[in-house]
């Protein structure tokens, strides 16, 4: 089945050390996003890819980096995690940037110790 | 910037009642979508509204955008444990390439 992966599912790290999470899709959908979700809040849009063409959210830390190496992969770094960081993060994917709907991934949960 | 507001933050109901959120959006949206998260999981996609004063429905489910197209609803007829999850409505602002998400309603159902 056609379907947006993430992994890992759990990740802890350190306070300050590098941490990638991954996400990869088969619907071969031009458009990738990434979403912060904090627990009982809504998901925040941290920046999106259409095809290679990188659109940052003006409120997304510089902490926070994303690449897209080709349409089936794209990983987010965060290059100096905070306490404040920890929450689920979210990949989600649309065919564009129109009235399509998005599919996601389940999350990784990013635990900072 | 854009706003999109959601009430109730929580909702609890006895199984077989009925169950509404609501969506305000500050500005005129292009197209509203609605999704919903069960416990521990992620955002699913379930219905989007593109034109004034739609209503689409999905079995005991009712959508309605307004006919400003500034505010939605999501209604379930005789809820079921099943639909225990947290509904977020999304909106694109006509003006920009994304969706943003209202804070969501979390529905309990009680059996």
């Known amino acids: 089945d056609a379907m947006v992966i993430q992994n890992p599912r759990y990740q802890v790290t350190q306070f300050g050390k590098p941490v990638t999470l991954s996400c990869s899709q088969t619907l071969n959908h031009n458009v990738m996003y990434w979403y912060q979700q904090k627990s009982s809040q809504a998901p925040k849009l941290l920046f999106h890819y259409y095809d290679k063409d990188f659109n940052n959210e003006a409120d997304t830390p510089d902490n926070f980096q994303s690449r897209r190496p080709n349409t089936s992969f794209c990983f987010l770094d965060i290059r100096s995690p905070g306490l404040g960081d920890a929450a689920m993060y979210l990949c989600?994917?649309?065919?564009?940037?129109?009235?399509?709907?998005?599919?996601f991934g389940s999350g990784t949960r990013l635990t900072v110790v | 910037g854009q706003q999109v507001m959601q009430i109730p933050q929580y909702q609890h109901v006895q199984e077989g009642e009925d169950f509404t959120t609501y969506c305000n959006s500050s500005?005129?949206?292009?197209?509203i979508q609605w999704y919903k998260q069960r416990p521990g999981g992620h955002p699913v996609f379930l219905i989007q509204?593109?034109?004034?004063?739609e209503v689409k429905k999905q079995k005991r489910l009712t959508f309605q955008f307004g006919e400003a197209k500034k505010n939605s609803s999501l209604h379930i007829t005789a809820t079921q444990t099943t639909d225990v999850g947290t509904y977020f409505c999304?909106?694109?602002?006509?003006?920009?390439?994304?969706?943003?998400f209202g804070a969501g309603t979390r529905l309990a159902v009680h059996p």
């Open positions: 500005t005129t949206l292009s197209n």
């Open positions: 989600a994917t649309s065919l564009g940037t129109g009235n399509y709907g998005y599919t």
């Open positions: 999304a909106g694109r602002d006509g003006g920009y390439n994304k969706l943003i």
């Open positions: 509204l593109v034109k004034s004063g």
